[in-house]
Every structure is written in structure tokens, then in C-alpha cells.
């Protein structure tokens, strides 16, 4: 088995279509590797500047186990300094082959599909919430003011959403014949099996993706975004860039009515409480949504939460049905 024959078999081995006895020749063979092969097979060119792909601890402790199982006494320095390099290396660059060619296959065949593809619909009123399963498995959690397409059926080759407005997370179905891909607006998300937070409300100002588990890629015409989990992209509206943004603690909180503020501004927390329970907030005072807040709430009632960011933001209301009028307890500066 030559260096290319191995290359192969390594992508084979992430996309999860190599057979047993193949996986097993490899293995030994992996095992048997001197350093000018490696070179070979790793060019360094490849690995310095990648994203390490995941992978799951079970593979990882079973070529550990294979490997050592093997290693003489006498040749255990050498095979050590060996193991710690194939371990790394074997799955960032198998993570990294698979996935370009995987993002690359996407792109053409989603492409020739698209036009001929009819699409389902699924819209929530403000504060409404609604859970659809897909057919192969796929949870998306839909939160208020929310419309989003997906295909009657999927083929078998692809899987596909679109988020026209709103918020979403979705529990991807783990199926490596069938990549996944989310949209919204002109963004891309191309997924293989995780869960992920996708928001685009029509008045924020960016579109924004945030990872709970695994890797997405966010692209936007030639600019991709690689994220993994507590990560999060935004792609501007204003000037169209894709940037990282801040840690995003736990995605998709909304969905367990869980809230967590941490330094942003009473317009953006009002905007979150907008969406899960319906409320609309007016204030005539704008700098009073200015004021920064930082507060944490689990499944409280909007009551509740209204006062203590009324007593942290200074700042009293009365409700109309479903208008909250907001008016400044103090005189700004």
C-alpha cells in the first residue's frame, strides 16, 4: 500500500465508507510507517494552517489500541514519537481531505437539483413555538416570527433547508451519503451530522450561525467561516462580511426559554424576549435600549424577567394586551 493508496483509503475511512478489512489493512499498515513515509503521505503544506476535524473519542481510542497493541519493547521511544504524529495527523488530514472534496461534491450536485426540488413551508406567529422531524431524523426547533422551507422529500443524495426569516436550531441526522446544507439569505451552512443555532430576523444586523456540537461550515461567496462548538459567524448585512463573533454559551437556549445576557444592550434582550413570547416593547427615550445588561433567566414567566431587567436597566413599563410601553425611572445623560 503506497502513499497515494493510503490517502485514499483515509478519506474512505472519515466520509465512514471504508470497509473492515480495508480499515484493518490500514491500520497495520499506519502502524508500520517510517518517518520519510509520513512525510509522504502528511506534507507539512497541508496540516500547519488546518482546522483539526472531530472526531469521536471511540475512533480515536480504538487506533490507539490497535497501534499500541503492536508496539515491541524495544522500538517503544520511537513508535511513541510515532504515535503522537499519526494521531494528529491522521485526523486532521483525513478530516481535511474529506471535507474539501465533500464541500466541493455539495456545491455541484445541490446545484443541479435545486431547480426541480419543491419546497414546504413552515411559519410561526411571535412567541409561538413549533418542533418539525424530518424524514431522515432531523429536529429543527422553530422560534416566533419564523418562516423556513424545507423539501417535501429529500433525494438520495442531499438533504436542504432554507431559513427565509427568523431563528431555527437544528439537530442534524447523522447520514454521510447525504450531506446537508441550511441557507439564508446569501449564506451557506454545510453540515455532516451536529446541531447548530441559525438566526435572521429581518431588523438584526447580521445573520448569524452558532454551533452546540460538531462543525459547520459558514460560507459566503468565496469566504468560508470553519466552526466548531461555542463558535459563532456573522455575515453582515451592511457590508456583506463574514466575520467570527463573539463565544456564543449555549445555542438555542431559546428553546428551553433559558436567556442569557452577558453585556448586550436592553434593545437587543427586549428583541429575544420579543420573539419567544410576542410582546412588542416601545420606548420614546432610544438610548434607554442602549444600556448595557447582564442577567441569566430558565423557563420564567415574561413578568418575571421584565422586572429584573426594568430594576437592572432603570426603567419602569405598563402593558397594553400585548404592547409593553417602557419609560426611564431616571433622567439619562
Known sequence: MNAQQIRIYLRSLSGGTLGEAARKALLERLEALEDDELDLIFPEREWTETVPAFVPESEQIEVYSSIMAQVRPRARVRRMTWLRAACALLFVVAGTLATLTWWQSIEESQQA?????RWMQFSTG?????????????????????????PETFDARHRALRLLEGEIFVEAGIDPSRPFRAEMDSVKVDVLGTSFNMRNYHNDPGASVSVATGKVAMRHKSI????????????????GKLVPGKPSGKPGSWKQREF???GETLGEALDELEHAFGYRYYTKDKRLLMRPVKASFRDQRHGDMLRVLGSMGRFRYRQQDSLIIITAISHLP
Open 113 to 117: 437539483v435545486a431547480v426541480q426540488t
Open 126 to 150: 411571535a412567541g409561538e413555538h413549533r418542533l418539525v422531524t424530518l424524514s431522515d431524523k432531523t429536529r429543527i426547533w422553530i422560534n416566533g416570527a419564523t418562516t423556513l422551507e424545507v
Open 224 to 239: 468560508s467561516l470553519i466552526l466548531t462548538p461555542g463558535k459563532t459567524g456573522i455575515w453582515s448585512k451592511h457590508d
Open 260 to 262: 442569557h445576557f452577558d
